[in-house]
């Protein structure tokens, strides 16, 4: 085929109404020239960036009206959402596989052309680091402290599948898919660069493991050890066979 051709053609005139509403003529300027392109497997691991970039940036802006919805004790519609920002994770965990379609030659060329960028500087990534504080007193204060309930309450000694519960568990889900996502991450980097290797910030990835062991919402975890610690402690440390052995 005619390269040049269907390049020419590729990112449209601009002008048709469906093209103005998308602003078509800006979002596919934002790649670089194909003739700039380090290598074919360039414009993928750009666009699968871009678009992460996009999916954080709408969970971001729906975390802040979870959160209007929160301090109204709307669950209906907090659940809801939350389910957008479920599915825009298991998204974002999903595409890492396009980068995996890559080989490790390939990205060491793309690589070089990096300069000193970082995931570390993503602007979704590090709002999102920033939300889970204020969502949370937002929980505290509307779901838990304004009906004397705890975590605790919610979840065992007083555990009804109650609203606060139902928040809970959609909070527990963004958290770990959060995670999830960090963990795809890792293995993404074991498949393209190696674990063991220093990265363009000079530091071992590894690091990125630290990043793996932070929860958001630590307590929604932290009731489950509780709760097997304190069930446990009805059989002791080994129970009775069932079987009466
Ligand atoms: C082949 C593909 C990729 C490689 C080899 C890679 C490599 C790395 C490395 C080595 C780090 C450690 C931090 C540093 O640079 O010092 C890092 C961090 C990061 N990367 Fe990637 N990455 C890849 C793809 C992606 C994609 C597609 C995203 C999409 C959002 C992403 C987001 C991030 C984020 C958010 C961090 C910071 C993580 C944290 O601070 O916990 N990376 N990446």
Not at 220 to 234: C, S
Request: glycine fraction near 6%; include cysteine.
């Amino acid at each position: 085929m005619d390269r040049s051709y269907f390049y020419s053609i590729m990112n449209g005139q601009g002008t048709l109404d469906y093209e103005l509403y998308l602003n078509t003529s800006q979002l596919l300027a934002c790649q670089k020239d194909f003739a700039d392109l380090a290598n074919r497997d360039e414009l993928q691991f750009q666009i699968v960036h871009q678009v992460e970039e996009l999916w954080m940036k709408l969970i971001a802006y729906t975390l802040l009206d979870i959160d209007d919805y929160l301090q109204q004790e709307n669950t209906n519609r907090v659940v809801t959402l939350f389910r957008r920002v479920h599915v825009a994770e298991k998204l974002m965990i999903e595409q890492l596989a396009l980068l995996e379609t890559m080989s490790p030659k390939e990205y060491q060329e793309i690589r070089l052309r990096l300069g000193n960028g970082s995931g570390q500087e993503s602007p979704g990534f590090r709002v999102l680091l920033k939300m889970h504080q204020p969502l949370w007193q937002s929980f505290q204060a509307c779901y838990l402290d304004r009906h004397q309930l705890t975590v605790e309450k919610i979840y065992n000694s007083e555990y009804s599948h109650s609203d606060a519960y139902l928040v809970a568990e959609s909070m527990a889900e963004f958290d770990e898919l959060f995670q999830k996502f960090r963990f795809h991450h890792v293995q993404l980097i074991h498949r393209s660069i190696g674990l063991g290797a220093k990265s363009l910030k000079g530091r071992s990835v590894e690091l990125l493991n630290e990043g793996l062991r932070t929860t958001f919402f630590p307590a929604l975890w932290e009731v489950r050890n509780q709760m097997t610690d304190e069930w446990g402690a009805r059989y002791g440390v080994i129970r009775d066979s069932i079987g009466g052995h």
